[in-house]
C-alpha cells in the first residue's frame, strides 16, 4: 500500500479530523533540496526558504496536566511526535494546518501513524473554516480543557508566517469565549429560568404544537427583522414583502413595525425578566394575526396579557427542555434552535418553517455612527437607551464589518454572531444578510433588500395568509393529569439523589488528609474521593441537574485539570476542597428543585 493511502485510511479513522478540499492552484510545494545543517530548501508561495525544524523547548506541555495543546503547522512532523511524547496521555493535541500544500506534501510524504491516537486531531483549511471546526470540538467533553489550552508554533509558522499564529489564536478565544457564555450561566440564574418555566408549565395547553410548524412555509421567503440602527434606512421598504415572505420581528421593533402599517407574522421573544414585558408588552395592543413566539421562561404575564396565538417551542438542546419533553411525553419534532437572543429565535424559527431564503435585516451586531446608537430609532431605547439600564455592560472589541471596514461592537455581540454562522454553517441554510451595516456575518450573501424583494417575491401571484394556517394547526397533546404525577415521579427521584450527596458531603468532610500521611493512607484518601465521580455521572446524567448545575460542573472539572497528577498531600486536599464545593452546591440546587416542585405540585 502507497504511504498516501495508508495516510488516508489513519486519517479517516477520527470523525473530529476537518480536512478541507482545496483547489489545484492551491497546492504548491517544491522541495529542492534536504540538508541536515541548513533544513530542507523549499520553495512556497513564491518564496524560497531553507526550513531546519527546531523544537522550542520554552513551550513544551506539562506531562502532569490535562491540556489542550493547539500547533500550528503540519510539515514539522519531528516537532509534533515530541510533543505527543511529551504531552500527558490525558491531554489532546490539535494540529492546525491552514497551507494545503503543507498538507499535501505531508500527506504524501511523512508517516502520520501518529494520528492513530485519538488524542491527536488534525484540522487542515482554510482559517476561514476554523470557527466551525472549533465549534464543532468544543462540542464534545473537550469543553472541559478550555481553561487548559497551551499554543505551540512550528518552526515554519514562528518564523516566517507569525499572521496565521496571530488569526489562530484570535479565533480560539473568540469561539471559547462564545462557547463559555453558552455553558456559564451561574447557578441562580439557571434555577431562576426553572422556577419561570414551572410557573408558566400549564401554558403549554395553550400553544400550537411545534411539531407541526415544521416546513410549514417550506422555501418560502422568511424576513427576520431586528432593531439594529442600519434598519432606518430601509425599514419602509418591508411594505412590500407583506403577504409575500413570511415575516418574523424581535420584541424591540414589534411596535415600531406595526406604527409604520407593517404588521408582523410573528414576534419573537425571549428574555425572562420583568424589562421585557414593561418595554414590549405592557399596554401594548398587537393586531389579532399577530402570533406570539416564546420558550416558557418568558415573564408569565407576557402569555397572560397577549391575545394572538401563541406557540410555545422547545428549546433545542438545552438540558431543562430535554427533561421537559421527556416527562411530558413530547417525543415530536417541537424543538426549536433558540440561541441567545430574541433574534436568535427569530432565525430558529424562520429554520423551523423551512424558509428559504432566511433574509436578515437590522441584525447589526455592532454600534452604528456612535456607541451610542445602539438600535434604530423610535423604538423604547429613545428613551431608555440601552447602556443607562445596565442592559450592555459586554467589554467593546472590534470585528470585521458589512463592508470589510473595522467596526465596533461587543463580546456579546460577538457571541450572538458566531452563533448565527454556526448554525448557517452547520445546518447548510441559504440566509442573505440584506442589513447593509453593522458586523460582518460570514456564510451568509448580502443583497439589498430591494435586490431579494425583486428576485424572490415579485413573481408571488398568491397572498400569503399566515394566521390562517397557524390557526389550522392542533395544540399541544399535553395531559395536565399527566403533567402532575410525571412532577409527583420526579420530586421522588430528585430527593432520593439529595441523600446519596448528603452522605458524600459527610465522607468528605470527615475525610483527613495529613501532610505525614503513608502511602496507604493517601490512597484509602483517593477511594473516598474517587466516590464522586459517581455523582459526578448523576449530574452528567440527568438533564434538569445538568442543566441547572453545567457552570459548576465544567468548573469544577476545569479546577481538577489543574492539579498535577500525581499522589501527594497537597493534591488530595485540593481535589477535596473542590469536591466538598461541587457536592455542597449540587445539593442547594436539589433542595431548590425539590422546593419548586412541591410548590408546584401544591399549587395544581
Known amino acids: 500500500m502507497k504511504l ?11 470523525n473530529l479530523h476537518w480536512i478541507g478540499e482545496p483547489q489545484n492552484n492551491e497546492i504548491f510545494l517544491n522541495l529542492y533540496e534536504k540538508d541536515s545543517v541548513k533544513g530542507d530548501l523549499i520553495e512556497l508561495n513564491n ?10 523547548d520554552t513551550h513544551v506541555p506539562n506531562a502532569l496536566k490535562k491540556e489542550l495543546i493547539f500547533a500550528i503547522g503540519l510539515y514539522s512532523v519531528s516537532e509534533l511526535k515530541r510533543l505527543i511524547q511529551t504531552m500527558s496521555k490525558e491531554s489532546f493535541l490539535i494540529i492546525i494546518e491552514p497551507s494545503f500544500s503543507f498538507f499535501n506534501y505531508v500527506l504524501n510524504e511523512e508517516d502520520l501513524s501518529f494520528f492513530r491516537s485519538s488524542n491527536v486531531i488534525l484540522f487542515a483549511d482554510d482559517l476561514s473554516n476554523l470557527p466551525m471546526f472549533l465549534e464543532k470540538l468544543f462540542s464534545t467533553s473537550l469543553i472541559f480543557y478550555l481553561k487548559n489550552i497551551k499554543f505551540y508554533f512550528t518552526t515554519y509558522y514562528r518564523n516566517f508566517d507569525v499572521d496565521s499564529c496571530t488569526s489562530v489564536i484570535k479565533q480560539i478565544k473568540e469561539v471559547a469565549q462564545y462557547k463559555t457564555t453558552l455553558y456559564g450561566n451561574s447557578v441562580d440564574d439557571s434555577l431562576i429560568g426553572f422556577r419561570q418555566n414551572m410557573l408558566n408549565i400549564k401554558k403549554l395547553a395553550r400553544s400550537k404544537d411545534v411539531s407541526q410548524l415544521r416546513d410549514l412555509f417550506k422555501d ?14 430601509n425599514i419602509k421598504e418591508l411594505k412590500k414583502f407583506i403577504g409575500k415572505a413570511v415575516i418574523v420581528a424581535v420584541d424591540t421593533i414589534a411596535e415600531r413595525l406595526c406604527q409604520e402599517g407593517i404588521v408582523p407574522d410573528f414576534i419573537c421573544s425571549i428574555e425572562r425578566g420583568e424589562l421585557t414585558y414593561s418595554y414590549f408588552y405592557k399596554d401594548k395592543s398587537y393586531p389579532s394575526e399577530v402570533t406570539l413566539v416564546a420558550p416558557l421562561l418568558v415573564y408569565p404575564k407576557i402569555f397572560e396579557e397577549f391575545q394572538g396565538e401563541v406557540i410555545i417551542p422547545i428549546r433545542d438542546n438545552v438540558g431543562e427542555y430535554n427533561w421537559l419533553k421527556q416527562i411530558l411525553n413530547l417525543t415530536q419534532d417541537n424543538s426549536i434552535s433558540l440561541g441567545l437572543s430574541c433574534a436568535h429565535v427569530a432565525f430558529g424559527l424562520a429554520d423551523h418553517l423551512g424558509a428559504s431564503p432566511i433574509v436578515l435585516v437590522g441584525q447589526d451586531l455592532a454600534f452604528g455612527n456612535s456607541s ?16 443607562s439600564g445596565g442592559v450592555n455592560t459586554s ?11 473595522e467596526v465596533e461592537t461587543t463580546e456579546i455581540w460577538n457571541a450572538f454572531r458566531n452563533w448565527f454562522e454556526t448554525e448557517t454553517y452547520n445546518k447548510q441554510l441559504f440566509v442573505i444578510d440584506a442589513t447593509e451595516g453593522g458586523a460582518l456575518i460570514n456564510h451568509t450573501v448580502q443583497m439589498s433588500l430591494n435586490a431579494v424583494h425583486e428576485k424572490y417575491c415579485v413573481n408571488s401571484s398568491n397572498l ?28 421522588e427521584n430528585f430527593k432520593d439523589k439529595e441523600k446519596k450527596f448528603r452522605k458524600q458531603l459527610v465522607n468528605l468532610q470527615e475525610l483527613i488528609i495529613h501532610k505525614r500521611s503513608s502511602q496507604s493512607q493517601l490512597l484509602k484518601s483517593l477511594k473516598v474521593l474517587e466516590k464522586t465521580d459517581v455523582l459526578f455521572g448523576e449530574v452528567s446524567s440527568n438533564w434538569l441537574l445538568r442543566h441547572n448545575l453545567q457552570a459548576v460542573l465544567i468548573t469544577s472539572v476545569w479546577r481538577l485539570f489543574e492539579i498535577e497528577q500525581f499522589l501527594s498531600t497537597d493534591n488530595l486536599s485540593k481535589n477535596r476542597e473542590i469536591q466538598i ?11 431548590e428543585i425539590i422546593a419548586v416542585l412541591e410548590n408546584q405540585l401544591e399549587i395544581e
Open 4 to 14: 498516501i493511502e495508508e495516510n488516508i485510511n489513519i486519517l479517516s479513522i477520527n
Open 47 to 56: 518564496q524560497i526558504i531553507y526550513l531546519k525544524n527546531n523544537f522550542d
Open 220 to 233: 418560502m421567503p422568511a424576513i427576520v427583522v431586528a432593531a439594529g440602527p442600519s434598519l432606518n434606512k
Open 372 to 387: 451610542a446608537e445602539t438600535h434604530a430609532s423610535n423604538t423604547v431605547y429613545d428613551q431608555n437607551p440601552i447602556n
Open 395 to 405: 467589554k467593546k472589541v472590534y470585528t470585521k464589518g458589512y463592508k470589510g471596514e
Open 464 to 491: 400569503l395568509n399566515v394566521q390562517r394556517e397557524i390557526k389550522k394547526l392542533d395544540h399541544y397533546p399535553v395531559d395536565v393529569k399527566q403533567i402532575h404525577m410525571s412532577l409527583k415521579i420526579e420530586l
Open 581 to 591: 464545593e461541587f457536592v455542597k452546591t449540587s445539593l442547594l440546587v436539589l433542595s
